[in-house]
């Protein structure tokens, strides 16, 4: 993807602070961060969302989220984080190359997420839990 930024980024025609290179993913620090160490970890290959992840590298997707989860916390001493995916438009993905955010988190700062809490209607909960079993 020529204009796709991040792909620049995996082939080094513009800098970025990388943090992690891998065969598949890498990481690199967000360049305009919700708390220092905000870090994304992008598959090497082109997709715009998760739906697209060629199957078997979601586990190590997964075990670099616990690991970089772990040493952005390290080395930022913060008191948590957060793991964000915007897959898709509509869940306000920017960048259509897939990524998850890694954000440092304290106690003190000023980033929350919010929403309303729907509410379900009678057995319309058990519906949904059978509708999604379905297609696992
Ligand atoms: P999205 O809203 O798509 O989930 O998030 C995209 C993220 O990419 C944003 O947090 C934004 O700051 C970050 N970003 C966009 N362009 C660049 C860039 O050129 N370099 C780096 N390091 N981060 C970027
Ligand atoms: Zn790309």
Known sequence: MESCIFCKIIKGEI???????????????????ANKGHTLIIPKRHYVSLEEMPDGDG????????????????????????????NGKAAGQEVMHAHIHIQPRFSSDDFHYKWTHKKYDDGEMQRMQEKIKQFL
């Open 59 to 86: 586990k190590e997707f997964g075990e670099l989220q616990v690991k970089l989860g772990k040493a952005v916390m390290k080395a930022t001493n913060a008191e948590g984080f957060n793991l964000l995916l915007n």
């Open 15 to 33: 800098p970025a602070a990388k943090v992690y290179d891998g065969s598949k993913f890498i990481a690199f620090l967000d360049i305009s961060p």
